[in-house]
């Protein structure tokens, strides 16, 4: 034409940006796997990673890091590009690992963003923590002492310390540094259910290690500012304390025999109803002299409260004698009208 005169020999200056073959998988190189790896990811399982991406002249397009949180994604499932799926599995928690993922398993010959048609793309990634939707808690014993003949169950009041991490070691919280324990009834819905699994069948003085995968912790959301969306924890615990709770469906018992003539104690004024003050007292009086015991690790004054309105059947703020009855007279009635 009129730019390129005819039988001219010309000069073209070329930088190569990528190249790739159409038959080409990816390549993947481990930068660093840790010595213990005791699990690899597999097709279904949750990953939470970091990564850079860059084209292979090395220009960033995105990084996890710069968003300061980490990318979180099932693997072999189809939810990442192709590439990416097959270049996370088999990987290790807190494993670093290239991925060079050609067009055509990436985001092909139209590109995306700031991602040209046709580009090699590199992933530089750093695995955070993954788990599975079906994992249960895992508990490993570092610890037992030598007498270890009653253990922990449901509603049992427990003392203990912890020191809660996730997989990669940053630590989130521990009540060392507090100073104190953290008391909790076991199985009352206190702390994450994944917690109430890990501290069953535990004895004093037992130390273990509980790890717990979100759905049974914190789930997808986490907690604001404290613990990651869908991070598995960690705890480190040592129970230092456990008192007997009462058999289930109970907040009260008695130690001994219990009063033929217990609504007319309760009366105290003997005008055939019991107020909530008088029912109060009488229940404290009980249980300061051993002759009765309360659930361990509840508020009193809710307890009684509950007690009181269990027997105050027509709601009117007093009991009297007709509608008072003990748990175990109820139950009996129940039973024989079935």
């Keep these: 034409g009129k730019e390129i005169p005819g039988q001219a020999s010309l000069v073209f200056d070329v930088v190569l940006l990528d190249l790739h073959n159409p038959k080409d998988g990816i390549a993947v190189e481990k930068q ?33 890091y710069s968003r300061n949180r980490t990318y979180d994604t099932y693997v072999g499932r189809g939810y990442v590009i192709a590439g990416m799926d097959e270049g996370l599995l088999g990987v290790c928690t807190g494993e670093r690992r290239r991925i060079i993922i050609p067009p055509h398993l990436g985001y092909g010959e139209e590109g995306r963003g700031k991602i040209p048609g046709s580009a090699v793309l590199v992933f530089d990634i750093h695995v955070v923590d993954f788990h599975n939707p079906s994992d249960s808690v895992s508990i490993t014993v570092n ?37 104190k324990t953290y008391n909790i009834v076991l199985g009352s819905g206190q702390v994450v259910v994944g917690m109430d699994m890990g501290l069953q069948d535990m004895c004093v003085g037992e130390r273990r290690t509980v790890v717990i995968p979100p759905h049974l912790g914190y789930g997808e959301d986490g907690v604001e500012g404290e613990v990651p969306g869908s991070a598995v ?94 748990k175990d007279q109820e139950a009996k009635e129940e039973h024989d009208e079935l």
Excluded at 154 to 179: F, I, M, P, V, W
Excluded at 254 to 271: A, K, M, R, T, Y
């Design 32 to 64: 660093q796997v840790p010595e213990s790896c005791e699990r690899r990811s597999q097709t279904g399982d949750f990953l939470r990673y970091h990564y850079n991406g860059t084209l292979l002249d090395g220009t960033l397009f995105d990084s996890s």
């Design 143 to 179: 610890y037992k002492p030598p007498n270890c003949t009653v253990l922990s169950k449901k509603g049992d009041y427990l003392k203990y310390h912890y020191n809660a991490s996730l997989l990669d070691g940053t630590l989130l919280d521990s009540t060392h540094s507090l100073g």
């Design 233 to 326: 924890l960690v705890f480190n615990i040592e129970l230092l304390e456990l008192v007997a709770g009462l058999p289930e469906g109970y907040m009260f018992v008695w130690n001994g025999e219990v009063s033929l003539n217990l609504f007319e104690e309760i009366d105290q004024n003997h005008d055939g109803e019991v107020l909530l003050e008088e029912f109060s007292d009488y229940i404290q009086a009980q249980v300061d002299s051993g002759k009765g015991k309360l659930a361990p690790g509840f508020d009193f004054e809710k307890i009684v409260k509950n007690m009181f309105t269990n027997q105050d059947r027509d709601g009117n703020g007093k009991v009297t004698a007709e509608e008072f009855k003990l």
